[in-house]
């Protein structure tokens, strides 16, 4: 099935997304700059075409969701028929400028070849909407085939699925439970370090050996700092933010952590989003 991803909005975002985070993990304070600097200009800042058919195109499909096929269905006839209302010069024209930016700041080449879980659901959407507008014309199997891939993510969506996994839902376990918890917690986190301790921030490998390695009471302590400086540091930096999306995030995520400290509810069901705050502090150091 014939797809250009140069030109998929959806995809060069996910790409700069994965590649900003990758550089910060890898302490390319530099790199990582230049690059969400271009992600600020084409997909955050307002005036922006790429942003307005990302936000209107590309966003609703990620994290949309239905109850069935038949709302699926109607949610992908009114998504191509914006599609087709899309300005498709104007968009080409930007698409050619942010690539040209692009160039100038790293190895295109080697940033499109990097591989994206949600590469069918982009190039599915594009490839609906292109032939909507007669730009190419898709056989049949290949419409049923883009069509499938759009409307299963909206009745299966795994984006959204993680979303809620980030909010923590609390239930009464006796004593036993979550003892036998703890324990599938500690050999889970064993074996994801032995898996991903060459990904991982320094903070991060840190974090799990404290954890396995400390009483609770001495990891709590050093996590509650940890927690306490991210939180100081979205405090001193939101301010400076202009972006709105960007800021309301970092009230949330403020609002998050503030709430963990307060009620001192830094444990092992909380280990993902204590891993979490470290990326975000790393994050922070591009503002």
Aim: charged content about 35%; glycine content about 2%; aromatic content about 10%.
């Amino acid at each position: 099935m014939k797809h250009n991803k140069v030109r998929n909005v959806g995809i060069i975002f996910e790409l700069l997304n994965k590649r900003v985070s990758k550089l910060v993990v890898e302490r390319n304070t530099q790199e990582a700059q230049k690059l969400f600097r271009i992600v600020r200009k084409y997909f955050l800042s307002e005036g922006s075409y790429i942003k307005e058919v990302f936000d209107k195109i590309y966003s609703p499909v990620l994290y949309g969701e239905t109850n069935n096929y038949y709302y699926a269905g109607k949610f992908l006839k009114y998504l191509i028929e914006e599609y087709s209302d899309c300005d498709q010069n104007k968009l080409n024209k930007e698409i050619n400028e942010m690539l040209k930016d692009l160039d100038n700041t790293t190895n295109r080449k080697q940033l499109f070849e990097s591989k994206l879980d949600n590469y069918k659901l982009f190039a599915s959407i594009k490839c609906l909407g292109d032939n909507k507008i007669d730009k190419f014309k898709l056989t049949v199997k290949e419409k049923v085939d883009c069509e499938k891939t759009i409307m299963e993510h909206l009745i299966d969506n795994k984006e959204v699925k993680q979303i809620r996994e980030s909010f923590n839902i609390v239930e009464v376990k006796d004593k036993e439970e979550i003892a036998d918890e703890n324990l599938m917690v500690t050999i889970a986190l064993k074996k994801f370090r032995e898996k991903y301790k060459s990904t991982l921030t320094e903070d991060q490998n840190q974090c799990l050996l404290k954890y396995l390695s400390s009483p609770d009471k001495t990891f709590d302590r050093w996590a509650e700092k940890k927690i306490k400086s991210l939180v100081e540091s979205i405090g001193s930096t939101i301010d400076s933010i202009e972006d709105e999306k960007i800021s309301e995030k970092l009230n949330l995520a403020n609002r998050k952590y503030s709430k963990m400290l307060q009620e001192r509810n830094i444990n092992a069901t909380n280990m993902k989003d204590i891993l979490l705050s470290f990326d975000l502090s790393k994050h922070l150091e591009l503002f």
